[in-house]
């Protein structure tokens, strides 16, 4: 996974009413930032707690919040004890799942974090006897279950600390924007329905660019591939009621409280169609002032997460 996309200038909407109690897990590989991330959403009046046992996260919610703050940011890492991926998963559809827990996955790119832990001379905790190479490729291939549970995820590998501040700051603070963090999915129903989606759109009724020899290669962000499948008489009116259901159903969700929103388009390969739809939603809704992240699974397997464009926010 790399850069997030360009982001798009959006008008600061005045904010909605927050949850009684907000929950942001915060994790993602050793070196990507998350510690900065963690202090970050202290000083937004996050009450922040780091490497606490899995088994433990519950009883954070017997009482009543600590102080002031109405959010709790969980910094989740694979040194935690008692961590495992599976446990992560169990919890987040359990327990965490009725708190509407959110992931906040901090990312960045293997050859960056290579670099980083080249200049610091630190020994990676997943290979304390091995090349921090070894520790990266270890721990973002076990990492990678819960990176496609992220509501929010924000790759720094090319922001400095306060790049990533600011980030942070769009998408979690009270003060600005919209209290809710909103994703959209492509995927391939062959590999099946990303976990966690809200809203559901099949695109597989619109012409595959699969069949054209001169496009199969290419995927829906391509401007031929986009011109081939905006050609079906049926794309225009599908995207434009898809938007109005889009834009009517958002704000009742901020009212209810809601704290995040995750849409998916499938298509067969998940590559051409549902790419091209959930780009194309992904622009109408920035241009509206909502704040979105795009994510397009079977691009990042393809590429393993190494392509610029494949995720990214758009805000």
Same mark, same amino acid.
């Given at each position: 996974?790399?850069? @997030? ?20 897990? !915060? ?6 930032? *998350? ?22 996260? @519950? ?6 919040? /600590? ?32 708190? &509407?827990?959110? !992931? ?7 050859? #960056? ?14 290979? @304390? ?6 520790? #990266? ?56 329905? @990303?976990?966690?989606? =809200?809203?559901?759109?099949?695109? &597989? ?13 290419? =995927? ?11 050609? =079906?008489? *049926? ?24 704290? /995040?929103?995750? #849409? ?7 590559? /051409?169609?549902?790419?091209? !739809? ?5 622009? &109408? ?9 795009? *994510? ?20």
């Amino acid at each position: 996974m790399a850069q @997030p996309a360009t982001t798009i200038p959006a008008t600061e909407r005045p904010a909605a009413t927050a949850p009684a109690r907000r929950l942001v897990l !915060v994790t993602g590989p050793s070196g990507a930032g *998350r510690s900065t991330a963690i202090r970050a959403l202290e000083d937004l009046d996050y009450e922040t707690i780091d490497n606490l046992p899995l088994s433990l996260i @519950p009883r954070l919610f017997d009482g009543p919040p /600590h102080g002031r703050s109405l959010a709790l940011a969980l910094g989740v890492d694979t040194r935690n004890r008692e961590f495992s991926v599976q446990g992560f998963l169990d919890f987040l559809d359990g327990p965490l799942g009725r708190a &509407r827990a959110e !992931v906040f996955y901090v990312d960045c790119r293997p050859d #960056i974090l290579l670099r980083r832990y080249s200049e610091t001379r630190r020994r990676h905790p997943m290979a @304390p006897a091995e090349s921090p190479e070894d520790g #990266i490729a270890r721990e973002l291939d076990l990492l990678a279950p819960i990176r496609e549970r992220a509501e929010v995820l924000i790759d720094t590998s090319e922001l400095s600390q306060h790049d990533l501040r600011a980030e942070i700051d769009r998408w979690f603070s009270y003060a600005t924007a919209v209290r809710m963090a909103l994703s959209v999915h492509s995927f391939s129903y062959k590999r099946g329905l @990303p976990r966690g989606l =809200d809203m559901v759109f099949d695109c &597989r009724f619109l012409r595959n660019p699969y069949w054209d020899d001169t496009l199969r290669t290419g =995927d829906g962000r391509d401007k031929d591939v986009i011109s081939y499948i905006a050609a =079906d008489a *049926r794309y225009s009116e599908f995207l434009n009621k898809v938007t109005d259901l889009t834009e009517l159903l958002l704000p009742a969700h901020v009212d209810e409280g809601k704290s /995040h929103l995750t #849409i998916g388009f499938g298509c067969t390969g998940g590559q /051409h169609r549902s790419v091209c !739809v959930a780009e194309a939603i992904v622009n &109408r809704l920035a241009a509206a002032n909502w704040q979105v992240s795009i *994510r397009h699974r079977e691009l990042e397997r393809r590429r393993g997460g190494a392509d610029g464009q494949a995720s990214g926010l758009r805000v």
